[in-house]
């Protein structure tokens, strides 16, 4: 079983900047596509930036966030500069990973709080 754990959220200033960084462990074979979605209150989790074969990013965070990967330490980051009120919200990371045990999955972390405030 794969899991993921998310840190580096908390609260931080407008036009401030936070790197997240996600762990992949448990029984992973290969990971292709990791990613971060974020969810604000009452809506619906959208995706922020995802790398595997390509990299993209939401056009509201373009230029502004950069995610990047540590393959050797199945590791994502997402590193968020000028950061927006509209940036709060819960940020998931996503992994699809190939699992030894149940093949190809899709693993969600708990999602780590962000709050973008003065």
């Known amino acids: 079983q794969v899991q993921l754990l998310e840190s580096g959220g908390g609260l931080v200033q407008p036009g401030g900047s936070l790197r997240l960084s996600c762990l992949a462990f448990g029984s992973i074979r290969s990971i292709n596509t990791m990613g971060w979605y974020r969810q604000a209150a009452g809506q619906r989790r959208e995706l922020v930036a995802s790398?595997?074969?390509?990299?993209i990013y939401a056009d509201s965070v373009k230029g502004r966030f950069t995610i990047s990967r540590d393959n050797a330490k199945n590791t994502v980051y997402l590193q968020r500069n000028s950061l927006k009120s509209e940036d709060t919200g819960v940020y998931y990371c996503?992994?699809?990973?190939?699992?030894?045990?149940?093949?190809?999955?899709?693993?969600w972390g708990q999602g780590t709080q962000v709050t973008v405030s003065s």
């Open positions: 996503n992994a699809d990973v190939m699992d030894y045990d149940y093949g190809d999955t899709s693993s």
């Open positions: 790398s595997g074969d390509s990299t």
